[in-house]
Antibody
Framework: QVQLQESGPGLVKPSQTLSLTCNVS??????????WSWLRQPAGKGLEWIGR???????NYNPSLKSRVTMSVDTSKNQFSLELNSVTAEDTAVYFC??????????WGQGTLVTVSS | EIVLTQSPDFQSVTPKEKVTITCRAS??????LHWYQQKPDQSPKLLIK???QSISGVPSRFSGSGSGTDFTLTIDSLEAEDAAAYYC?????????FGQGTKLEIK
């Protein structure tokens, strides 16, 4: 059973960088069989896909966030990370990591709330 | 970017009622449309893949249909545990996008 768990600071100051990590257990992140994504959901609102990677040099980002997003992977720890710079209050949301094939997401983390506030 | 529009945004329904949620895409996406259920304070759960294919472990009262631009999620004989938000998601082209969600309240 694959499990994903997000971790990182729950509070980030405006203009700083949001950094989150997703730890994966029950399956290898480097198997090359799946895409690993980040998504977010502001309180009371819908879901927004942030980006994904397939291998360390095969990433796709949402154009709306591309200029501020970096995703990376640490295969030795079986985890992947998200960095979002120059954050504002509009980046306040629950952030999810998820596994999928090209088409749909089959496993999700429980989500972590990140609040952008001074 | 492909825009998905769900209707209704909110519905209050009684147990055993049949519920239909629609999702319309701004351009044809064939059957690259998937449905998720999200209960309060939980992560989304995959309900239906490729518009109409069932998912192991999901109750048979959930079904999907459609192709191209118009899709439907149907819940036959609603149960109290189905109170949740439901989202459609397209994977025809990047960026992935989601509908705005439909919240089901059980009377």
């Amino acid at each position: 059973q694959v499990q994903l768990q997000e971790s990182g600071p729950g509070l980030v100051k405006p203009s700083q960088t949001l950094s989150l990590t997703c730890n994966v257990s029950g399956g290898s992140i480097s198997s090359g069989s799946y895409y690993w994504s980040w998504l977010r959901q502001p309180a009371g609102k819908g879901l927004e896909w942030i980006g994904r990677f397939y291998t360390s040099d095969n990433t796709n980002y949402n154009p709306s966030l591309k200029s501020r997003v970096t995703m990376s992977v640490d295969t030795s720890k079986n985890q992947f990370s998200l960095e979002l710079n120059s954050v504002t209050a509009e980046d306040t949301a629950v952030y999810f990591c998820a596994r999928g094939n090209w088409f749909y997401f089959d496993y999700w983390g429980q989500g972590t709330l990140v609040t952008v506030s001074s | 970017e492909i825009v998905l529009t769900q209707s209704p945004d909110f519905q209050s329904v009684t147990p055993k009622e049949k519920v239909t949620i629609t999702c319309r895409a701004s351009q044809s996406i064939d059957t690259s449309l998937h449905w998720y259920q999200q209960k309060p304070d939980q992560s989304p759960k995959l309900l239906i893949k490729y518009a109409s294919q069932s998912i192991s472990g999901v109750p048979s009262r959930f079904s999907g249909s459609g192709s191209g631009t118009d899709f439907t999620l149907t819940i036959d004989s609603l149960e109290a545990e189905d109170a949740a938000a439901y989202y459609c998601h397209q994977s025809s082209s990047l960026p992935y996008t989601f509908g705005q969600g439909t919240k089901l309240e059980i009377k």
